[in-house]
């Protein structure tokens, strides 16, 4: 079956960087677009960032644009979300989905926060 196993959350101060990875199992990997979403508390879950099946195509959310970078190791099967100049406001639960899909990871928590 298909699992998304997110890991790499943690805390860490403003400015800090964090690396989030999903490792995907149960299906062609490399076949698909993923994507990362948050969600914060009291808020909507929300797209940060989507890449195509051989990286070729990569967006972000306006928020995120020039301080997140998305990439994937289609012979790991993972999807990997690089987070620098973290801000207060990035604080959320951060999940992977098979871009589309009913699939999701369980969710990594990423607190940004002095």
């Known amino acids: 079956q298909v699992q998304l196993v997110e890991s790499g959350g943690g805390l860490v101060q403003p400015g800090g960087s964090l690396r989030l990875s999903c490792a995907a199992s149960g299906f062609t990997f490399s076949s698909y677009v993923m994507s990362w979403y948050r969600q914060a508390p009291g808020k909507e879950r929300e797209l940060v960032a989507t890449?195509?099946?051989?990286?070729?195509?990569?967006n972000y959310a306006t928020a995120v644009k020039g301080r997140f970078t998305i990439s994937r190791d289609n012979a790991k099967n993972t999807v990997y979300l690089q987070m620098n100049s973290l801000k207060p406001e990035d604080t959320a639960v951060y999940y992977c989905?098979?871009?589309?899909?009913?699939?999701w990871g369980q969710g990594t928590q990423v607190t940004v926060s002095s």
């Open positions: 890449i195509s099946s051989a990286s070729a195509s990569k």
């Open positions: 989905r098979r871009w589309g899909s009913d699939y």
